[in-house]
């Protein structure tokens, strides 16, 4: 990943602030722990996301696409929390 740590921490900072709702579905969708209900990203990788669950717990939830420079982590990020809402809406 050519993020730099700058930009990475932009990123969890910004989802952390802004997007709790699509941190706690991506739980819910990706990983099938619908009883998340507040979720911290404390990081984010090539292929993953990592949360850390209100228990404590740490849940890695695999990126649906690989993530190399900010943009395509903005793009993939918005991407599953599409995604999530169509899973979670069937």
Do not use: C, W
């Not at 717990?57 to 695999?62: D, G, S």
């Amino acid at each position: 990943m050519t993020i730099s740590t700058e930009e990475l921490n932009r990123i969890i900072n910004h989802m952390n602030e802004d997007h709790v709702d699509s941190l706690v579905l991506y739980a819910h969708a990706f990983a099938n722990r619908k009883e998340v209900k507040s979720a911290t990203m404390i990081n984010l990788t090539t292929n993953d996301i990592v949360l850390e669950l209100e228990s404590g717990e740490h849940l890695t939830i695999p990126l649906t696409s690989p993530v190399q420079v900010a943009k395509d982590a903005h793009m993939v990020l918005v991407a599953m929390s599409k995604q999530a809402r169509d899973l979670l809406a069937d």
